[in-house]
């Protein structure tokens, strides 16, 4: 899979509000490549923590993150 592939599916997973493990698991990469992305994603303000509880943080694609989405999204398509 492509960077773009790989951001869209945490974009995406992060839509509906997620865990960072979950959004690992979802985006099925390594750890290290997952916080590669992941950072990014935060350092770009396209996903943000939505709440914090005992459980830990829960992260949330932003209003950015999913026009980014959908960028990446019409790329992809134009693409295959």
């Avoid at 839509?15 to 959004?23: D, S, V």
């Avoid at 990469?29 to 303000?45: D, V």
């Avoid at 943000?48 to 209003?63: F, M, V």
């Amino acid at each position: 899979r492509s960077e773009s592939e790989i951001i869209a599916q945490i974009l995406y997973s992060a839509e509906k509000e997620a865990k960072k493990t979950q959004l690992l698991y979802k985006a099925n990469i390594s750890y290290t490549h997952f916080t590669k992305y992941f950072n990014f994603l935060i350092e770009k303000e396209f996903i943000k923590i939505k709440d914090q509880n005992h459980t830990g943080k829960i992260y949330k694609t932003t209003e950015k993150g999913e026009h980014f989405l959908k960028d990446i999204n019409n790329v992809l398509k134009q693409i295959h």
